[in-house]
């Protein structure tokens, strides 16, 4: 059961069931390798998402620096501008599930993190977007060119992190990149003659629930989950995915961009 929620810059998903407990999660925006807020009523799994966040943001900066310092600027414009950092989170709470190692889960949750950013300046560039997280968007900072640059360097950074964590993780995420640009395609072409609302829940399951599903996915695979345990998470992340995805459309048309960011 999971409901989101927007106040200002502060998003939470709340009430999600936990193996141990009910809790809620605020994760608020973030300046450079700073943890957000994470209201949390189990103290042991507050200090344990606290820690493995900050890690991830620690990869995240050190991964995405590149010895030309234009390319550092444009890739990490929009991962040091904040975000809600929901996958990062599913990453860590997946884990709990098995055996969680933090620096590894902190690098599946990177290199997820580094996809979905890196979609987000292609996006932005298709979209002719100019607001991103609150600030300029890259495209619209740094150009078209450097933005389509930024994220293909973005995604190459995800693939060194997956090759260290093994040929699963490095296939998991080739297929759930698939996924997302079938997604991307079938958004551009639209429904046609096809029913507009199974259209648009399988755009949103391509686009937005497969990086969500994966990042449980791996967090529960990478800490040694059963097979029950991880085909439970994979559902509900996925379920997960369509409800924030839903949500944000819909601030999209009704939200006040000053309060949300968007």
């Not at 936990?18 to 605020?26: E, I, N």
């Not at 620096?65 to 040091?80: D, V, W």
């Not at 990149?177 to 046609?192: D, F, H």
Request: proline content about 3%.
């Amino acid at each position: 059961n999971s409901k989101y929620c927007c106040d200002g810059n502060s998003w939470c998903i709340s009430t999600i069931c936990h193996k141990y407990d009910f809790f809620s999660v605020s994760v608020f925006k973030m300046s450079k390798v700073n943890v957000p807020e994470l209201a949390i009523s189990d103290e042991n799994l507050r200090d344990y998402l606290s820690q493995g966040i900050k890690r991830t943001e620690e990869f995240l900066e050190l991964e995405s620096a590149s010895p030309f310092n234009p390319l550092t600027e444009i890739s990490q414009h929009l991962l040091l501008a904040g975000g809600k950092r929901i996958r990062p989170v599913l990453v860590f709470l997946a884990g709990q599930f098995g055996k969680p190692d933090i620096d590894r889960l902190a690098k599946v949750a990177a290199a997820i993190e580094f996809i979905h950013v890196a979609t987000l300046y292609h996006d932005d560039v298709m979209d002719e977007a100019q607001i991103r997280r609150g600030v300029e968007s890259a495209n619209a900072k740094f150009g078209n060119t450097n933005a389509i640059l930024a994220g293909d360097f973005l995604f190459s950074r995800a693939s060194a992190i997956a090759a260290e964590l093994g040929p699963h993780v490095v296939t998991a995420l080739s297929d759930t990149l698939s996924v997302l640009c079938e997604g991307q395609i079938r958004e551009a072409r639209g429904a046609g003659n096809s029913d507009p609302i199974k259209h648009y829940l399988e755009v949103l399951k391509q686009k937005t629930g497969s990086l969500i599903e994966t990042s449980a996915s791996l967090g529960a695979y990478v800490s040694g989950a059963d097979d029950v345990s991880s085909l439970a998470l994979s559902n509900y992340a996925k379920n997960i995915g369509l409800a924030f995805q839903i949500s944000d459309d819909i601030l999209d048309l009704k939200g006040d961009s000053s309060k949300s960011g968007k």
